[in-house]
């Protein structure tokens, strides 16, 4: 199995400030990348996907991606309190049905 | 809400019960997935469906035996589990993942194995 490697963290960021996860994947085919979103005790939600290399933007979020580096970041502006969770990187591999995940970054936004 | 639904929330099991988690997915999709998610590990893939047929079986232990009848409902039979079996197992849909299109969860089902 491919790897998809995230910084456990946790990740402390004051409320206002930018939070930056960053995530780093094994195969270099691989063309479609995501970032999910885990509250605790709850399933994993969608919040960007991203295809092309360069920066995605919505609304507070930036994806960004350098298939070159195989490398995908996802920066939170204005981080709040509510931004506070575990961010799962996940990517398509090459020719596969299925999404490969990191183990996530705790992500905690400090009132 | 989300349009992917598991029975039950939460399940609680003997080593030597035989249960199972239910899944039903409202959005038209023809693939679905069980995943486990363990405490600091990624979350594990264990099968996946295409059209009910399954195409992967991640080496997941015979104790853990999955059905799917039609394209909209999944199910995991569990049977002589380990207290190593607890875990959030989650299921999972999407459309074909080689167009560019990705996985919705459900909420998942907590189970403990005592």
């Known amino acids: 199995q491919k790897e998809v490697e995230q910084n456990s963290g946790p990740l402390s960021v004051p409320e206002g400030a930018i939070a930056s996860l960053n995530c780093t994947y094994s195969?270099?085919?691989?063309?479609?990348f995501f970032w999910y979103r885990q509250y605790s005790g709850k399933s994993p939600e969608l919040i960007m996907f991203?295809?092309?290399?360069g920066d995605k933007e919505d609304g507070r979020f930036t994806a960004q991606l350098n298939k070159a580096s195989q490398y995908v970041s996802l920066l939170i502006r204005d981080s709040q309190p509510s931004d506070s969770a575990t961010y799962l990187c996940a990517v398509i591999e090459t020719g596969a049905n299925n999404l490969f995940f990191g183990t996530g970054t705790r992500l905690t936004v400090i009132p | 809400e989300t349009g992917v639904t598991q029975t039950p929330r939460h399940l609680v099991m003997g080593m030597t019960n035989k249960k199972s988690l239910k899944c039903e997915q409202h959005?038209?999709?023809?693939?679905m997935y069980w995943y486990k998610q363990s405490a600091k590990k990624p979350l594990e893939l264990m099968f996946v469906y295409n059209f009910k047929e399954q195409t992967e079986n991640n080496s997941v232990p015979s104790r853990f035996s999955p059905e799917c009848p039609n394209s909209s409902h999944l199910f995991l039979h569990l049977h002589t589990l380990q207290p190593e079996d607890s875990a959030l197992y989650l299921c999972?849909?999407?459309?074909?993942?080689?167009?560019?299109?990705?996985?919705?969860f459900g909420e998942g089902s907590w189970l403990t194995v005592v």
């Open positions: 999972a849909s999407s459309q074909d993942l080689t167009e560019g299109n990705t996985i919705y």
């Open positions: 195969d270099r085919g691989s063309q479609s």
């Open positions: 991203i295809y092309s290399n």
């Open positions: 959005l038209g999709h023809n693939a």
